[in-house]
């Protein structure tokens, strides 16, 4: 039995080449070639200068919905903006036309966004099962949390996840909700941590039963951005320099206005080191009166004759005055004489009191805030003009415009420091980009690089099967009209020839080499003598006809 699977034999392997060559070597084949060549060559030049002169694409649009894409795609091609789909189905634009579409399509309010929020409630089918209109008011939920998201500044869209447990009658059983943020930022912006906790403050609250602790919150990169409490304790530290930058920053600014309009954009260079202080205290202090002050007082007195004097005479106003005292009478002295007026007071033997006091007492609660500067450090650097240095006055003068707009304070031990030098010329001769970085020039390298390849194709390739063509046509043309016709019916002379050429003979119409030399011998013959090719004709009618 033979085998079906024959190996393959050179005769066999020769049989499509010689099939194939002799299908090359046909008149009509040989006289299209060089036709098709250039068709070739001149498609291929096409194709190159279609894909080099096609900017590369960008993305526009990565995820929309169908709708959404025909209508995105009409509105650019209104605006003759080509526009692509790949593989993924993602929109795609020219990098040149990137921004003009993205403002086009804005101002045209495209694309639209597909159906959210409590939209979504709304095209709740009546009969549904509780599982899953529970489904679709937590959907509701999680875009409504992610379009106010993406309201804030640095946020360009925002996707929220809520895990929402099923609430069970037993209360250890009962699960806490959590919930997953995922945001993507603006390109070169990051969110601070007051905006973190507004976002986690913002989900918690809009959940019932939801702590901040359990939502969580992750930008693009992956980069986790909610803290828990640990994490935030340790980053007092943080807050302290962040205020300390804060502080500087200020004095920075400052600066920079003042010294601006006096030297110039890029003629100076100021550095602030500002030592804050940044503890809390609190003074609690009391003080007392070393005098004091008398409360209450009680006691009593006794006079001479050793018994205490008791109140007597009349009831009245004076009743509770005691009588004078008795005294001996000298009628030497004019004093004692009738008349003459008593001064003596009564005098006491003994007194007996008993005093409280009260000591004086002051509270005084002394609280001091942080953020005071204790040490302000200033150090400017000024650049000299082209040609001369500074005067001391000068950077004098600028060394009190500086204190004065720092706020220099000599009891702190503040320091300002002044110093004019000339810059370094790797900080002054700032490098230009190139002019190949310029925007243009890939623009341009695309169509030149395009252009020129399509000149190459058509001036080395066409052009040479151009010219070919032209020379075998000639050719051709000069051999037929090398043909001599034949004598006359009539006999007369036989037409002139051009100079060169041999007369043409039934011998050498027989004897030629092949049958396109033939062809040519008798199509050139008939072209300059054709009232002897009607004779001939006409004679080779009239024999068959007989």
């Not at 070919?468 to 016709?485: C, H, I, N």
């Amino acid at each position: 039995m033979e085998n079906a699977l024959t190996p393959l034999t050179p005769a066999r392997l020769a049989a499509p080449l010689a099939q194939a060559k002799g299908f090359f070597a046909q008149p009509a084949v040989k006289k299209a070639l060089p036709l098709v060549l250039m068709i070739g060559l001149i498609a291929s030049a096409a194709l190159a200068w279609l894909m080099l002169a096609t900017p590369p694409q960008r993305v526009l649009f990565t995820q929309l919905a169908d709708n959404d894409k025909s209508a995105v795609s009409d509105a650019l091609a209104a605006a003759s903006i080509p526009t692509r789909f790949d593989q993924s189905g993602a929109l795609t634009v020219g990098e040149d036309d990137y921004h003009k579409a993205r403002m086009l399509l804005a101002g045209q309010d495209l694309p639209k966004a597909a159906p959210g929020g409590y939209a979504i409630l709304d095209e709740l089918p009546m009969g549904v099962s509780r599982a899953v209109e529970g489904e679709r008011l937590r959907q509701a939920r999680e875009s409504e949390l992610a379009r106010s998201i993406g309201e804030i500044d640095a946020v360009a869209d925002a996707r929220v996840h809520l895990a929402m447990p099923e609430s069970s009658v037993f209360v250890r059983d009962n699960a806490q909700p959590s919930a997953s943020v995922i945001v993507r930022l603006e390109p070169g912006r990051t969110l601070s941590d007051a905006q973190v906790r507004s976002i986690v403050n913002l989900v918690a609250s809009s959940v019932g039963g939801m702590k901040p602790d359990s939502v969580t919150i992750v930008d693009q990169m992956g980069a986790l951005l909610s803290r828990d409490d640990d994490e935030r304790g340790t980053s007092v530290g943080d807050a302290r320099i962040d205020y300390q930058r804060r502080v500087e920053d200020k004095f920075r600014l400052q600066l920079n206005k003042l010294l601006t309009p006096l030297v110039g954009a890029g003629n100076f260079s100021a550095e602030v080191q500002a030592d804050v202080d940044l503890d809390e205290a609190q003074a609690t202090r009391e003080r007392y009166d070393k005098e004091g002050v008398i409360r209450a007082e009680q006691g009593n007195w006794v006079g001479p004759n050793g018994t205490p004097g008791a109140p007597g005479g009349i009831p009245g106003a004076l009743s509770n005055t005691p009588p004078a005292a008795a005294s001996l009478t000298n009628p030497n002295d004019p004093a004692t004489q009738p008349g003459a007026a008593v001064t003596t007071a009564p005098a006491k033997a003994s007194e007996e009191f008993a005093r409280t006091y009260d000591l004086g007492k002051e509270v005084s609660v002394t609280r001091t805030a942080p953020g005071g500067i204790k040490r302000l450090s200033v150090a400017v650097l000024l650049r000299d003009p082209e040609g001369k240095a500074r005067t001391p006055a000068e950077i004098r003068q600028i060394t009190d415009l500086v204190r004065a707009a720092v706020g220099y304070n000599a009891q702190r031990a503040d320091q300002v420091t002044v110093v004019s030098r000339a810059f370094s010329p790797a900080v002054t001769d700032v490098e230009q980009p190139a002019w190949y970085d310029a925007a243009w020039v890939p623009m341009v390298a695309r169509n030149a690089t395009a252009l020129i390849i399509a000149l190459l194709v058509l001036f080395v390739g066409v052009r040479p099967l151009v010219k070919s063509m032209g020379k075998k046509r000639e050719e051709v043309t000069a051999t037929d009209r090398a043909a001599l016709p034949l004598p006359g019916a009539d006999g007369g002379p036989a037409p002139e020839q051009p100079s060169g050429s041999a007369p043409v003979s039934i011998d050498m119409l027989q004897n030629a080499r092949g049958y396109d030399d033939r062809v040519g011998m008798v199509r050139g013959f008939t072209r300059d003598n054709p009232a002897r090719a009607a004779l001939a004709v006409r004679d080779m009618i009239k024999a068959d006809a007989s």
